[in-house]
T-cell receptor
Framework: GAGVSQSPRYKVAKRGQDVALRCDPI?????LFWYQQALGQGPEFLTY????????KSGLPSDRFFAERPEGSVSTLKIQRTQQEDSAVYLC?????????????FGPGTRLTVT | DQQVKQNSPSLSVQEGRISILNCDYT??????FLWYKKYPAEGPTFLIS?????DKNEDGRFTVFLNKSAKHLSLHIVPSQPGDSAVYFC??????????FGKGTRLHILP
C-alpha cells in the first residue's frame, strides 16, 4: 500500500518568504509527527497530532512555525518569514496507534533551503 | 545537551561479520528505546525496539542489548549484508514522551 508522502520534495525559499509543507500520512493512521533534521543530525521532534488534535507542539522552534491537521488526515507545516537556520529536511511520520513511541512510518522528507 | 549519543559517526564491517552499533544515553527516565535505519533520500524505517524491563530483544539478524546501569544500548547485526549499509539512528523515549534521536552512525558493509 501507499506509504507516507510529502510534497514538495525540494523547496528553495528566499529569506523572509513563507513556505507550506504538506504531509499525506498512511490512510487510517491516528498519529502524525513532524520532525526537523539538520545536516549531520538526527531527526528532532517538532509536533505531534492525534487525529486532528495537536497534543504536543513543544518542539516548534519559534512562533514562525505552525502546523495543522484539520480533518485528521493531511497535515501542513507552515513556516513564516523563513530564516537561513530553517534550512533542513522536514520529515513527517505517521503511526496507527495513539502513541508517540509505537513504530512510526516516515515519509521521504522535504528538503528546505533558505537563501 | 545531547541526551542520546552515538559516538561513532561511521563504521565499516566486512560482509558476513557482525556489526555492532553503540548508543549511550544520559536521561535515566528513558524507558523505551528504538533503532531506525535510513537510506539516502528516504525517511527512516523502524528496525527494532526494547523496553527498559528487558535487557535483550531479538528479531532475525538484529538484536538489541540494553544495559541500564551503564545507560548503554547496542544493536548487533549478524551476519552483515550489503543491504545493511545505511545510517542507523538510536532513539529513546521517557514515559511515552516524544522520541529523542541520536545523530546516527553510518554503517558501510564491505564486500
Amino acid at each position: 500500500g501507499a506509504g507516507v508522502s510529502q510534497s514538495p520534495r525540494y523547496k528553495v525559499a528566499k529569506r523572509g518568504q513563507d513556505v507550506a509543507l504538506r504531509c499525506d500520512p498512511i490512510s487510517g493512521h491516528v498519529s502524525l509527527f513532524w520532525y526537523q533534521q539538520a545536516l549531520g543530525q538526527g531527526p528532532e521532534f517538532l509536533t505531534y497530532f492525534q487525529n486532528e488534535a495537536q497534543l504536543d507542539k513543544s518542539g516548534l522552534p519559534s512562533d514562525r512555525f505552525f502546523a495543522e491537521r484539520p480533518e485528521g488526515s493531511v497535515s501542513t507545516l507552515k513556516i513564516q518569514r523563513t530564516q537561513q537556520e530553517d534550512s533542513a529536511v522536514y520529515l513527517c511520520a505517521s503511526s496507527p496507534r495513539a502513541s508517540v513511541t509505537y513504530e512510526q512510518y516516515f515519509g521521504p522528507g522535504t528538503r528546505l533551503t533558505v537563501t | 545537551d545531547q541526551q542520546v549519543k552515538q559516538n561513532s559517526p561511521s563504521l565499516s564491517v566486512q560482509e558476513g561479520r557482525i556489526s555492532i552499533l553503540n548508543c549511550d544515553y544520559t536521561n535515566s527516565m528513558f524507558d523505551y528505546f528504538l533503532w531506525y535505519k535510513k537510506y539516502p533520500a528516504e525517511g527512516p524505517t523502524f528496525l527494532i525496539s526494547i523496553s527498559s524491563i528487558k535487557d535483550k530483544n531479538e528479531d532475525g539478524r538484529f538484536t538489541v542489548f540494553l544495559n541500564k546501569s551503564a545507560k548503554h544500548l547496542s544493536l548487533h547485526i549478524v551476519p552483515s549484508q550489503p543491504g545493511d549499509s545505511a545510517v542507523y539512528f538510536c532513539a529513546a523515549s521517557a514515559r511515552d514522551d516524544k522520541i529523542i534521536f541520536g545523530k546516527g552512525t553510518r554503517l558501510h558493509i564491505l564486500p
